[in-house]
């Protein structure tokens, strides 16, 4: 039996929010002690475009992407059971061990 954080990472923060409950739910069918949805800083991150590759240095577009995240943590789970959980594939799951 072991201690995980589990940190979900999506960009689209309505399927974050599905895929958090959705995984508390199986956890909490299977018994085991949940602490969270722990909601974590969102990133942004900046891009800025040239629009004209030649001669209009000026004119310029940017662009913003979001990665949202929230800290589940799971407290004395088989490891098997974490890898049998089903989520959409825009959502990463990092699985850590606690001390």
Same mark, same amino acid.
């Given at each position: &039996?072991?201690? *995980?954080?589990?940190?979900?990472?999506?960009?689209?923060? *309505?399927?974050?929010?599905?895929?958090?409950? =959705?995984?508390?739910?199986?956890?909490? @069918?299977?018994?085991?002690?949940?602490?969270?949805?722990?909601?974590?800083? +969102?990133?942004?991150?900046?891009?800025?475009?040239?629009?004209?590759?030649?001669?209009?240095? @000026?004119?310029? !577009? =940017?662009? /913003?992407? *979001? +990665?949202? @995240?929230?800290?589940?943590?799971? *407290?004395?789970? @088989?490891?098997?059971?974490? /890898? =049998? &959980?089903?989520?959409?594939?825009?959502?990463?799951? !990092?699985?850590?061990?606690?001390?």
């Amino acid at each position: &039996m072991l201690n *995980y954080n589990i940190q979900i990472k999506a960009f689209d923060g *309505y399927v974050l929010n599905l895929s958090v409950i =959705q995984i508390i739910n199986y956890l909490s @069918k299977n018994n085991i002690k949940v602490k969270g949805p722990i909601h974590l800083p +969102t990133k942004k991150k900046r891009y800025t475009i040239l629009r004209s590759p030649h001669v209009h240095k @000026k004119s310029r !577009e =940017q662009f /913003q992407l *979001y +990665t949202h @995240k929230i800290l589940v943590v799971v *407290y004395n789970v @088989k490891d098997n059971l974490l /890898q =049998q &959980m089903s989520i959409p594939s825009c959502v990463k799951l !990092e699985i850590n061990k606690r001390c």
